[in-house]
C-alpha cells in the first residue's frame, strides 16, 4: 500500500463527492417507521460478499464468499470474530446479519444510509462508529471515500462498507503472520486498529490538499486565469466537505474514551487519546488550510485589480500622449483659407517640435505619478 | 405522497417565505394581559375543521368535521386520543379547546402566534411542542411552510396547524391498518412520529435548495447575469430563514430528551435520540450550504472582476494600436505647403510600412504582457 | 394606542439615537466618589413630575402632579404602590426619593445615567431593573427611546423615566377599570407588566426596520444609488445600537428569573419565562436582519460593479468599432500626391465597404464574446 | 481635572501607542532566571520620586520627594499607607522597596514590563492590580498613556507607575480634606477608588475615538480621499489596541470579586461589581465601534466604485457621442476625386444634421440606460 | 546569546516553515501498528549525540559525545540528571533510550513526528511536553524552528531535539557556575527554565513578525506593489503556521499546572502560572497582529482602487477636453465644395476661440466635479 501511494502523488488526485442531489434519503423515507431499512447509495452490481476472520493467538480462519451462511458458520463465541460486510446494497443480507447478531434496527438504518454522519453510539451490549473512509483508487487517480461502519460487541468486530477494496490489507497480514500483538489481544484491540488505520488516511488526504493549495498559490502568483479560479472554488468546496466528515469526529471518539462500556479493555484508552490527538491535529491542519485558502482568493481579487490597473495605465498613457498630438494634427488639417501657419517655411517642423515637446511632457508627468 | 415529490423536483421550487411585513404580531399585542389570544397569521375563509383519531390495539374511531362537539365526543380518555385541529384562525374555538382540556393561556398564545420560533416547553401535565411544517403545494410547485403545534398530555396528542394539507397521510394509513408498531404504543410513540415526520421532510428542503445551488454555481461559472446574482441573493435569503427555523430545535428536541416526564416512556428516549441526530446533520447541511453559498458569491465577484480585466484587455489593444496609427495618418492630412515628404513618390508606401511595423511593434508588446 | 401604531407606519420612521458625543457621563465622573449623583442625559425645561397610583382589588387611588411630597403622602404601605418618576433632570428630587425609600446611591447613579446599559440587580430589599424603552412620537413621526428603570420593592414598584409620554395607557386603563387580573395581585405582576410591554415594543421597532430593509433591497436591485447606500449604512447603525441596548436583555430577565427573592411570587416566574422567550425571539431577528444586510451589501456591490461592466461594454463596443473605422478615413485624408487609390472611380465606394465590413466584423466578435 | 478636560477636547487628540517594535522584552530575558528584574519601557531622565500618604480619620502626613528612606519612614503600620513609587526606571529603587515589604520577584518583574497585559493576582498576603492608564498631556494635545500596577497589603496600597503625572488629584484633594468616606476606610476602599478612576477615564477615550470615527463617517460620505482612508487605518489600529489592553480587564477586576481575601472588606465588593459593570460597558462600547468602523470601511469601498462609475459614465458618454461623430467628419476629409456627395450644394449642412441626428439618438440612448 | 540576537535584527529574518508537502508522516505509517517508531523529519548526516548533565548543588558532571553508553554512564538515581539527545534521525538510538528509561512507545513517536503539535500528557511516571523551538541560525539571518521534547521523570529531565544548536547556552552556564537557585532545585525547576525559555523566545520571533507588518503598512501607504502583495500574503501565512504552533500551548501548559503529579514541587506551579501568563500574552498579540494584517489587506484593496480612480479621472479628463475639439478639427477638415465659414477671413481664429471655450467650460466641468 505503502509503496503505490507514493508513487501516485504527482498527478494530485482530487476528491470526488457525492454530488448533492445524488443523496436520496429524504424522499424515500419521509413518514416511514424509525428502523426501515433503506439503502440511500449508488446501486451496485457486484454482490455483496462477506468476510469473517476468527482468531486467537494459536489459530485462525478466514474465508470471503458471497455465500453468507456458510462464512456465518465460522463464528465462534470463544474466539474473537472479524465480520467484513462488503456492499451495503442488499438490505435483506444486511437485515438478516442484523437479526442473528441482535443489532438495533436504528443502527442498521444508520449503517445503510451513506451521508450519515460520522458518529459513535454505545448501545450496552455493543459499540457503533461509523465514519468516512478515504482510499485510492489506483486505476482511476481519484482519491474516493465511503461510508464505513463499525460494530464493537463481545469478542466481536463487524464492519459494514460500501464496496470492495479497503485500507486493511496491512492488519489482514498481520493477522495471518500473527504478527505483533494483534492475535494476543481482545476484539477493542482490532476495532482500534480499524478506525486509527482509516483515520491515519486522512493525513494522507490532506497532504495532497496542501499540495494542490500550494500549487494553486503559485499560480495565482505567476498568472492567475479563470481556471485557476475555478479551482480555487473546487478546493474550497472539498475544504469545506473534509471538514463536515471529519469535525464530527471529535466527539464520537470521544464518546468511546469517555463510554466505560466492558468491551472495552482499560489499556486500550491510551490507544483511542492517541486517535483522539490525530483527529484534534487533521482538524487544526483543515482550519489552517481553509484560512489559507481565504488568504488565496485575497491574493487573487488582489492581483487580479493589480492587473487591472495596468492595463489601465497603459492605455491612459497612451491615450493621453497621442490625442492632444492628434488634435494638433488636426488644427492643421483643418482647410480654412486664410491659415497663415500654413503657409511659413519653418511651420511643419515646428509643428513637429510642439508634437515631441507636449508627449516629453506628458512623459514626465507620468514619471512623477510613477506610472512609469 | 414520495412519488409526488420525485415527480415534482425538476423547476426546483422555491420558499414562499412570510414577508417580514405581514407579521403583525407586534401591534396588536403591546400592552396586553399574558395570555390574550390574538391570530397573528394570514386571515382564512375555509372553515376551521377537527379531526380526530381514537384507538388502541383493537379498535379505531375516526372523525373529520366542522363541528367541534361531534369531533369531541369520540375523545376516550383509556384509549390512545389525536386531536387534529386544523386552521388557528377562528380564535374562540381554540380558546375552547384549550379550556376543555385545560391548557395553559400562554401555550394558546405561542398556538396562536404564526411566527413563534421552535420551542419544547415541559407544562407537568403535558408537553408543548411547536415547529415549522415545510410541505409541497403540489398544484403551485411551492414549497410552503406553516405553524404547528403539538401537546403531548395523558393518553393525547392534540396538533394544531394553520391549513388543511399536511405529512401524516402516512401515519394514517398505518393507524388505519394497524400496520406496525403504532397501534400498539402510546400516545407519546405518534407525538414522536409526528416531529419524526415534519424534521424529515427538511432533508427534502434541504435538498432542493442544494440542487439550486449547484445549479447556480454552474451558471456563475459559465455565464453570470445579474439575474444569477438576484437569484444568489434570493437563495442566501431562504438559508438565512431556514436557518433562523431550524436552529432552535436542536434545543427543543433536546429539552424533550431530557425533560424527565412520565409522559414520556423510557424506550422513546432512544427515537427522540435519532430525532436529534437528524436535526443536527440538517443544521450542520445548512452552515455547509451557508459556507458554500458565500464561497460562490466570491466567486461571482472574482468572475466579474475577470471578465472587467477582459474587456479593458480588448478596450486597451484596440486603442493602442490604432492611437499612434490615426495620428501617423493625422500628421500627413496637415495642409502645410511645406511638407516635403508629401511630394516624395515612396512616400505614401513608406507611410503604410511603418504603421503597420508599430501595429507589429505593438502586438509583439501585448504578446509579452500575455494579453493576447 | 394600537390604532395610532398602525395609521403612521406608511412612512416608516426612523430611529433616532443619541449621538456618541452627546454623551458627557465620562468628562463629568472621572474620580467622583461612587453613587455621586450626576444626570448624563439632556437638560430639559419641563418640569418634573410624579404619578402615584396606590391600589388594591377595592380601591385605586391616583395623582400627578409636580408636587412631590403631596404625590408621596398616597403611598400606602398595605396596598400596592406604583411611583412613577417622570424626568430625570431634577437630581435632588431624585435623591429626595432615593432618601426616603432607602434606595442604594449606586442604584440612584445608574438610574441617572442614561447610556446604562440594560442590567437587573437584586439588592435583597428591592430588585432594580433598566432597559431602553421605544416609543412613537406621533407628530414627528420619529421613533425615540428613553433610558428607564424599575425598582421593585415590597408592595411597591418604582419607574424613573426620562420624560413624559409612555407605553403604559392600557395599563393605566386597566387599573382604573380594574379589568382583568392586575387588581387582584401583588406588585410584582404589574412590575412584570411594564417590562412585558417595553419589550413587545421591540417587535415594532423591529418590524419597522424589517420593512426599510425590504424596501432598500427592492431598491439595491433595481436601481441602486448613492443615496440607497448611505441609507443602508443608516440603517446598519442603527441595527448596531439596537443590537447593544437588545442583547444584554437576555441576561438581565435571566437574573430575575434567576434570583430566588421573597419580593418574586412563584407563578410570576412562567411570565417571566415568557418575556425571556420574547427576547431571545427578538435577538434571533436582530442577527436575522444582520446578515441580511450583510446580504444586501454584497449585493449593492456586485451590482455595481455589473454597471460598470455594462458601461465598460459600451464604451469598448463603440471604440472598437469606430477606432479602425476612423483610421481608414484618415489614410484617406493623407495629402500625399503619389496615392494611386485616390484617383480611381470606385475607390470611395470600395473603402465604405470595408469599413462596413470591418464593423460587421467587429460586431459578430463582441457577438461571440457574448458582449451584445 | 474635570474642566481641563471639556476644553481640551475640540482637536480630538490621538492615542500614541508604544511602537511595536519598541518594547525589547524580549530580547533581554529570554534565557534569565524568573524574577530578574528589567525594566522593559524607555529609559527616562528624571528622577524616580516617592510619594507617601500615611493617615486615618483624624491625622494625614504626605510626602514626595526623590529620597526614599526618607519618604518610607513615614509608614505607620496601623494607619492606611498609600506608598506611590513615580517612575520604573530605576530597578534598584524598585527592588528595595521589593524586599522591605516583601513582594514576590515575579510580581515585581510585572511591574516592570511595561507590555504586561492587565491582570489582577491574589498572592495571599497581598493582591496584585495592574492596568493601563490613559491620560491627557494637555501641552501636546495628545493621549498617552502608561503602564500602572497597584499592590492592596494589609494598610497599605503600592502604587507603580511609569512617569510623573496622574488621575489621582481629585483623590488627593479629598485625602487631603477630609471629605466624604474616604479617610474612614480601609486601605481596600482608596485601592478601589485608584482602579475605578482608571476605569472611568476609559469613557473619556472612547468617547473621543467616537467623536473621531463620526467624522470620519461624515468624511466618507462627503469627499473621501486617500487621507480619509489612512485616518480609518489609524483609528482601526488605536481600536484594536485599546481591545487589547480593556479586554482581559473583565477578568482582572473579576479575580478581586471573587477572591475571598481578607484584606478586601465585605461591602467593597459592591463597588468592584459597579466597575465591573463599567468595564463590560466599556467592552461593548468598543465592539460598536468596531463594527460601526467596518461598516464605514466598506463605505468607502462602494463609495469609491460609485466614484468610478461616475467617471467611467462621463467617459463612455463623451466618447461614445463624439466618436462616430468624428468618423462621419473624418470620411468627408478623405481626398478621393470621385466622392460625389462633396459636390452638392446641400452636402455640408446634411452632414451637420446627420452629426445632430446621431447626437440626439445616443443622449436618447443613455437617457434610457439611466446614465444621464 | 542576547547580544548575537540584538545585532541580527535589522534584516528581519524571515520564518521558515516546512513545506506542507515535506512531511511524509501520512504515507509511512498508514495501518501501522501503534508505536512504531518512524522519523518524519530531513534525514541529517551529523551522527546523534547524547549530552548529560548530572548535578546537585556541590557537585557536576557533563559529557556531550555520540558514544550514548559512556554518555549514559555518567546517569546517577541521587542526583538530577538532564540527559539531551541532539538529533532525531538515528530510531534505534532513540529506541534504546526509551527502552532503558522505560519510556512509552506512544510517547517516543511523538517524540520522532517532527509535525506533532504542541502537547502535555501525564503518564504517571514521567511527564511529556512537546513544543516548537524557534532559534535564529546567525550565518543565515533566519529563523528557524524545530521539534523538541521534554520528559520528566524522577530527577531526569530528558530533552529530544531535532539538531545542535538551541536556546540553552545560559542555562549550562549557571549550571556550571553553580548561579542562582537552579543547582539547588530538583529537576522540575530546569524542567521550567527549558519551557520557559523555549515561550519567552516567541516574543522575539513576534517582535519581528511586527516590524515586518509595520514595514508593510508603511509601503502600503506610501507605494504598494505586487511585491508587497506577495510580502503580505507570506506574512499572513507566516501569522497562520505560528498560530497553529503556539494556539495549543495553552492548553498543554495548563495540563501541567493542573496535573497533580508528585515530580512536580509545590512552589514551581507559581513558575508554571508565569509560563502560562507569557502565552496568553503570546496568542493574544498574534491576535492582534492578524487582525492588524487583515486592515492592511483592506488598505491595500482601497489604496488599489483609489489609484485606480486616479488613473480614470486623468484619462476621462484627457479624452473629454480633447475629444471635442478633435471633433471641431474634423469638421473643418471636411472637403465639401460649399463649406461658407472655410472662407471667411476669421473663421480660423474664431474656430480656435471656441475650441479654448469649450476646453475652458470642461475644466469648469470637472473642477465641480472636484476631479481637479
Known amino acids: 500500500m505503502k509503496k503505490k501511494l ?14 448533492f442531489s445524488e443523496s436520496n434519503k429524504a424522499r424515500e423515507t419521509i413518514g416511514q417507521a424509525p428502523g426501515t431499512l433503506i ?65 438495533h ?6 449503517v445503510l444510509h451513506v451521508d450519515q454522519r460520522p458518529k459513535a453510539e454505545d448501545f450496552g451490549d455493543y459499540i457503533f462508529f461509523t465514519i468516512k473512509m478515504f482510499h485510492q483508487n489506483v486505476k482511476e487517480d481519484e482519491l474516493n471515500y465511503e461510508h464505513i461502519s463499525f460494530v464493537l460487541g463481545k469478542n466481536t468486530v463487524f464492519c459494514f462498507q460500501e464496496k470492495s477494496g479497503d485500507l486493511f490489507d496491512l492488519i489482514r497480514e498481520r493477522l495471518r503472520n500473527a504478527y505483533g500483538r494483534i492475535r494476543h489481544r481482545k476484539a477493542d484491540y482490532i476495532f482500534y486498529r480499524f478506525i486509527d488505520t482509516v483515520v491515519d488516511q486522512y493525513y494522507l488526504v490532506i497532504d495532497q490538499l496542501a499540495e494542490r493549495i500550494e500549487k494553486l498559490e503559485d499560480e495565482v502568483m505567476d498568472n492567475p486565469t479563470t481556471k485557476t479560479l475555478n479551482q480555487l472554488q473546487a478546493v474550497r468546496k472539498e475544504l469545506i466537505f473534509l471538514r463536515r466528515s471529519i469535525h464530527p469526529l471529535r466527539e464520537s471518539i470521544n464518546t468511546i474514551i469517555k463510554s466505560e462500556s466492558k468491551l472495552l479493555q482499560e489499556d ?59 488634435f494638433i494634427a488636426g488644427i492643421y488639417g483643418m482647410n480654412f483659407q486664410y491659415m497663415p501657419e500654413l503657409e ?5 517642423p515646428v509643428a513637429m517640435g510642439v508634437m515631441v515637446l507636449v508627449a516629453i511632457f506628458m512623459l514626465i508627468f507620468f514619471k512623477r505619478k510613477k506610472w512609469l
Chains 1, 2, 3, 4, 5 share one sequence.
Open 344 to 348: 511659413y517655411k519653418w511651420a511643419y
Open 6 to 19: 507514493n508513487v501516485s502523488v504527482p498527478p494530485i488526485p482530487k476528491l470526488s463527492f457525492r454530488r
Open 105 to 110: 434496527p436504528l443502527l442498521l438504518e444508520d
Open 39 to 103: 439503502y440511500t447509495g449508488k446501486k451496485r452490481e457486484e454482490k455483496v460478499e462477506i468476510e469473517v476472520f476468527t482468531y486467537n493467538a494459536e489459530v485462525l480462519n478466514e474465508m470471503r464468499s458471497a455465500k453468507v451462511e456458510e462464512c456465518l458458520n465460522l463464528y465462534d463465541e470463544k474466539k474473537v470474530n472479524w465480520i467484513n460486510v462488503i456492499g451495503l446494497h442488499n438490505v435483506d443480507l444486511i437485515h438478516k446479519v442484523g437479526e442473528r447478531f441482535q443489532l
Open 268 to 326: 486500550t484508552e491510551r490507544f483511542f487519546s492517541d486517535v483522539y490527538d490525530h483527529t484534534i491535529q487533521i482538524v487544526e491542519s483543515l482550519e489552517t488550510y481553509r484560512d489559507l485558502l481565504s488568504g488565496i482568493m485575497d491574493l487573487y481579487m488582489n492581483t487580479a485589480s493589480n492587473r487591472m490597473n495596468e492595463i489601465m495605465k497603459v492605455l491612459t498613457i497612451m491615450s493621453t500622449i497621442f490625442i492632444p498630438l492628434t
